[in-house]
């Protein structure tokens, strides 16, 4: 069996945390029940459901519902629906950042063909939004406007509490998607509603969600039995449930020791890669996402000479379209700069050691091209 690579794409998903798959187990093995079945199996995973959701919860803000999903791109379209009731009063524009996730991005276009205005409100050389300039673009027209907290391909931060702001002043829902952000930064508690995944914080994939704070109505998304808030039809799984729950809790429980481990790691990183430049702010940024770029690397050949470490030229969920990252290209960044840049992601489990070692690597392999 060959030896596993370095992996440092955290972005793109995390290991399954030891506590996550023994909680996991006995709702997988044992306790079988639907969890919308009344009797005592039933209740029992019904129980175990509610306590995963209070677990969410206690890292999002206060007065508002959890609804679970497949995922975070669902749940990003489970929240678009919330611009139905609003097109029939006048509000049909749509304004996300240029930077956003392609599941906010492409749900976005679908709109625009139901007949709203879908406005690209472009980011700076930093990736970070101007207020000034998106001030000016809401209006008393404006259903939603959606920004990512943490992006997840350079991990620029955006000031969603400021822009939630100007969005609530126009009566504008606002819209967060805060995957790669949450258990990490803090997630404003004045957003409206926030998408999130439990496969990016060392929890089982297949399971997302949809915070909504109390209020906002939302029509039903996926039609059946209703089981999720009347919204989202379909047999939850308590385990993929348990398997999220528990993985929140960790996050809370690890967040201060996970927080140096993470930066710690960003520190040797920039420091073994620093004739390499990196792409978005210096400043405003999570430390465990570190994308950046040099002159005349071919990336393509680099990721095929270095198959001892997992990293990425981009989002995952771009990666097989062929497509050049839009979110660079937003930087203003030149085509021959994209197809220059990584993106390492590092987490919980990975050692300063995998920083030096994979460093090594990609250093070497480059010198070598």
Request: aromatic letters at 6%; glycine letters at 10%.
């Given at each position: 069996?060959?030896?596993?690579?370095?992996?440092?794409d955290?972005?793109?998903?995390?290991?399954?945390a030891?506590?996550?798959?023994?909680?996991?187990v006995?709702?997988?093995?044992?306790?079988?029940?639907?969890?919308?079945?009344?009797?005592?199996?039933?209740?029992?995973?019904?129980?175990?459901?509610?306590?995963?959701?209070?677990?969410?919860?206690?890292?999002?803000?206060?007065?508002?519902?959890?609804?679970?999903?497949?995922?975070?791109?669902?749940?990003?379209?489970?929240?678009?629906?919330?611009?139905?009731?609003l097109?029939?009063?006048?509000?049909?524009k749509?304004?996300?950042?240029?930077?956003?996730?392609?599941?906010?991005?492409?749900?976005?276009?679908?709109?625009?063909?139901?007949g709203?205005?879908?406005?690209?409100?472009?980011?700076?050389?930093?990736?970070i939004?101007?207020?000034?300039?998106l001030?000016?673009?809401?209006?008393?027209?404006t259903a939603?406007?959606?920004?990512?907290?943490?992006?997840?391909?350079?991990?620029?931060?955006?000031?969603?509490?400021?822009?939630?702001?100007?969005?609530?002043?126009?009566?504008?829902?606002?819209?967060?998607?805060?995957?790669?952000?949450?258990g990490?930064?803090?997630?404003?508690?004045?957003?409206?509603?926030?998408?999130?995944?439990?496969?990016?914080?060392?929890?089982?994939?297949?399971i997302?969600?949809?915070?909504?704070?109390s209020?906002?109505?939302?029509?039903?998304?996926?039609?059946?039995?209703?089981?999720?808030?009347?919204i989202?039809?379909?047999?939850?799984?308590?385990?993929?449930?348990?398997?999220?729950?528990?993985?929140?809790?960790?996050?809370?429980?690890?967040?201060?020791?996970?927080?140096?481990?993470?930066?710690?790691?960003?520190?040797?990183?920039?420091?073994?890669?620093?004739?390499?430049?990196?792409?978005?702010?210096?400043?405003?940024?999570?430390?465990?996402?570190?994308?950046?770029?040099r002159?005349?690397?071919?990336?393509?050949?680099?990721?095929?000479?270095?198959?001892?470490?997992?990293?990425?030229?981009?989002?995952?969920?771009?990666?097989?379209?062929?497509?050049?990252?839009?979110?660079?290209?937003?930087?203003g960044?030149?085509?021959?700069?994209?197809?220059?840049?990584?993106?390492?992601?590092?987490?919980?489990?990975?050692?300063?050691?995998?920083?030096e070692n994979?460093?090594?690597?990609?250093?070497?392999?480059?010198g070598?091209?």
């Amino acid at each position: 069996m060959s030896k596993a690579p370095i992996y440092l794409d955290n972005q793109a998903t995390t290991p399954l945390a030891p506590e996550v798959f023994d909680v996991m187990v006995p709702w997988l093995r044992d306790n079988f029940g639907n969890p919308h079945s009344t009797h005592i199996l039933g209740r029992r995973a019904a129980a175990a459901v509610e306590v995963s959701r209070d677990q969410i919860a206690e890292l999002l803000p206060e007065s508002g519902n959890i609804v679970f999903t497949g995922s975070a791109s669902e749940a990003i379209n489970l929240a678009f629906g919330a611009v139905r009731a609003l097109q029939a009063v006048g509000r049909n524009k749509i304004i996300i950042l240029d930077s956003e996730h392609a599941a906010v991005r492409d749900t976005a276009l679908f709109y625009e063909k139901q007949g709203f205005l879908v406005e690209r409100h472009p980011v700076g050389s930093d990736g970070i939004v101007s207020l000034d300039r998106l001030r000016a673009s809401i209006d008393d027209r404006t259903a939603l406007v959606a920004a990512m907290l943490v992006n997840n391909e350079i991990g620029v931060i955006q000031p969603v509490e400021e822009i939630a702001e100007l969005a609530h002043e126009h009566g504008t829902l606002m819209l967060c998607d805060v995957v790669q952000g949450y258990g990490r930064v803090d997630i404003p508690g004045n957003i409206d509603m926030a998408a999130i995944s439990a496969h990016k914080i060392y929890g089982p994939k297949g399971i997302g969600a949809l915070w909504v704070r109390s209020g906002i109505d939302l029509p039903p998304f996926i039609h059946g039995g209703g089981q999720e808030r009347g919204i989202r039809s379909g047999t939850l799984s308590p385990a993929l449930c348990a398997g999220f729950g528990m993985a929140a809790a960790l996050c809370i429980e690890h967040r201060e020791s996970d927080a140096a481990h993470i930066q710690r790691l960003a520190d040797m990183a920039q420091r073994c890669f620093k004739d390499w430049t990196i792409n978005g702010s210096l400043d405003q940024r999570y430390g465990g996402n570190l994308n950046i770029r040099r002159e005349a690397v071919d990336v393509a050949r680099l990721m095929s000479d270095v198959r001892e470490v997992a990293f990425s030229a981009g989002s995952a969920c771009a990666s097989g379209s062929g497509r050049p990252s839009h979110v660079l290209a937003a930087l203003g960044l030149e085509a021959a700069q994209i197809k220059s840049s990584i993106r390492l992601g590092f987490g919980r489990y990975n050692s300063l050691e995998d920083i030096e070692n994979a460093s090594k690597l990609i250093n070497e392999a480059v010198g070598a091209q």
